[in-house]
């Protein structure tokens, strides 16, 4: 009878563990620590975030070849890192889309537009799909803004870059940059999440 | 002391007609007044901001209403179009209605957006959603609408679902009977 209870509750806590174990479906929220990751690069060497030593945190931005919002802000993504990579905030954009399924975003044409469009930062590939269902992107473009600490890097803004993709000239909230700003100056974040119309991830 | 009661409740229906009156014509009002009708080779394109289209997703009459966001651009979306047009096909006789909400860029209407509905000669009703504002609309389509598309909404005057998902058109109609309840 005790040797029934034993098993049973073993088998409880291995049920309990492997719960625990799952990765949260909905990725990360606010304040989480996001995991680091090793992917491929356009130039064929791997990327990870504990490369850089000196990083106050990253602008990782899940973005793509093909979706006309990712194209929109192209010019906004690479300037984004042109102002905060030297201040410590790097931009990483990730193309989380399956080539099965979205040709225009094989690893040949990202190497092309990386190329084309002058990217100062590493465009990774996602192989296998498997970085951007833990931190929870959806679509592209989405926005990750981590920031270095003891605990590991720990997510401080999720959304849009800003509040107009249609129109660069009529933006009227730069989420982005006022969250780096704000984390730049040890200030509260004014918005620390928005939502945005994207193509979703082809995974 | 009858008769008194009788006068108040004279005044409360009244009242509630006024209500229900101003109501109903700010309604309409609201609803009848696009940013912009684009109008090329015969078809036309009605565009609205969210607050102009928002009554579109609250109607409280006896139609139950399917309300599809996509996008030309969007590979998933036109693949599942064809579905929400046997849809509307096949209740045209009933008292369902398919809206198809276009989430084009303004500058696309005319070169993509036009030319796609003629080409493939769509039946639903189709409108232009320009608003960039995007954070501030999102949420009150769907509080759990990530952005991403496509997403549908079906809904009548007693129920609401919401799926950001791609549709077959069995998945498709049996959604819809769970909210006709048939």
């Given at each position: 009878m005790k040797g029934i209870k034993i098993v049973s509750l073993a088998l409880l806590a291995i049920a309990v563990s492997a719960f625990a174990l799952k990765p949260a479906p909905t990725g990360y929220k606010v304040g989480d620590v996001a995991t680091d990751f090793s992917l491929k690069n356009t130039d064929g060497k791997l990327v990870s975030l504990k490369d850089y030593k000196d990083a106050k945190g990253f602008i990782v931005i899940f973005t793509c070849n093909h979706c006309p919002f990712a194209k929109a802000y192209e010019?906004?993504?690479?300037?984004?890192?042109?102002?905060?990579?030297?201040?410590?905030?790097?931009?990483?954009?990730?193309?989380?889309?399956n080539p099965a399924k979205q040709s225009e975003d094989s690893f040949e044409k990202m190497?092309?537009?990386?190329?084309?469009?002058?990217?100062?930062f590493p465009y990774l590939f996602d192989e296998g799909q498997k970085i951007y269902p833990q931190y929870g992107a959806t679509k592209t473009p989405h926005v990750y803004?981590?920031?270095?600490?003891?605990?590991?890097?720990?997510?401080?803004?999720?959304?849009?870059?800003?509040?107009?993709?249609?129109?660069?000239?009529?933006?009227?909230?730069?989420?982005?940059q006022n969250?780096?700003?704000?984390?730049?100056?040890?200030?509260?974040?004014?918005?620390k999440e928005t939502?945005?119309?994207g193509c979703s991830i082809k995974a | 002391?009858?008769?008194?009661?009788?006068?108040?409740?004279?005044?409360?229906?009244?009242?509630?007609?006024?209500?229900?009156?101003?109501?109903?014509?700010?309604?309409?009002?609201?609803?009848?007044?696009p940013l912009q009708v684009y109008s090329k080779d015969g078809t036309v394109v009605r565009s609205y901001d969210f607050n102009a289209l928002q009554p579109l997703l609250q109607k409280q009459n006896d139609t139950t209403y399917v309300v599809n966001f996509w996008?030309?651009?969007?590979?998933?979306?036109?693949?599942?179009?064809?579905?929400?047009?046997?849809l509307h096909a096949a209740y045209k006789n009933q008292k369902v209605k398919v809206i198809l909400v276009s989430l084009d860029m303004a500058k696309q209407v005319e070169s993509n957006l036009i030319p796609y509905i003629k080409r493939k000669r769509l039946q639903s009703e189709v409108v232009h959603l320009k608003d960039p504002d995007m954070n501030t609309?999102?949420?009150?389509?769907?509080?759990?609408?990530?952005?991403?598309?496509?997403?549908?909404?079906?809904?009548?005057?007693?129920?609401?679902?919401?799926?950001?998902?791609?549709?077959?058109?069995?998945?498709?109609?049996?959604?819809?009977?769970?909210?006709?309840?048939?």
């Open positions: 010019d906004r993504i690479i300037a984004l890192d042109k102002k905060y990579s030297t201040l410590g905030y790097p931009v990483i954009a990730i193309n989380p889309n190497k092309t537009r990386a190329k084309d469009k002058g990217f100062t803004l981590l920031q270095k600490t003891d605990k590991g890097n720990v997510v401080r803004y999720i959304g849009a870059i800003d509040d107009n993709y249609e129109d660069e000239s009529a933006v009227k909230e730069k989420y982005v969250a780096v700003e704000a984390l730049l100056n040890n200030k509260e974040i004014p918005v939502k945005a119309i | 002391m009858l008769n008194f009661i009788g006068l108040k409740e004279d005044l409360m229906r009244k009242y509630l007609c006024i209500v229900l009156l101003v109501w109903s014509i700010a309604n309409i009002l609201a609803q009848g007044k996008a030309t651009w969007c590979k998933p979306c036109i693949a599942e179009l064809p579905n929400f047009e046997k609309w999102i949420t009150k389509v769907d509080a759990n609408w990530s952005g991403a598309i496509p997403a549908t909404v079906i809904y009548n005057r007693s129920q609401r679902k919401f799926y950001e998902q791609s549709f077959t058109y069995e998945a498709l109609e049996k959604e819809l009977k769970t909210i006709t309840n048939q």
